[in-house]
């Protein structure tokens, strides 16, 4: 879980690094676009990549986990009773 935060933390530190690398290049000034818009779309990539890693991340936590199997096979337990639920 660490090695995953790690990676999730470089890639938005990246995306972050180049956004401030194009911004100290040319400043943000080729679509004409004031710069509070060019901030929040800017903000809005960003948080849209990272919102995808970190599903992405969840996806393959869950996959490696087992948790799915159990699932599918209908392994589960009924909360209090720890009777296996019955299959339909």
Known sequence: MRR???YVVGCVGAAGAVLALIWAL????GPGLPLVAMIAMSLGMVLSVALAMGLMALLFYSDRSGYDETIYRGDLTDGEAGKKR???
């Not at 040319?26 to 000034?29: I, Q, S, W």
């Open 26 to 29: 040319h400043g943000f000034v």
């Open 86 to 88: 019955p299959s339909r």
């Open 4 to 6: 995953l935060l790690f």
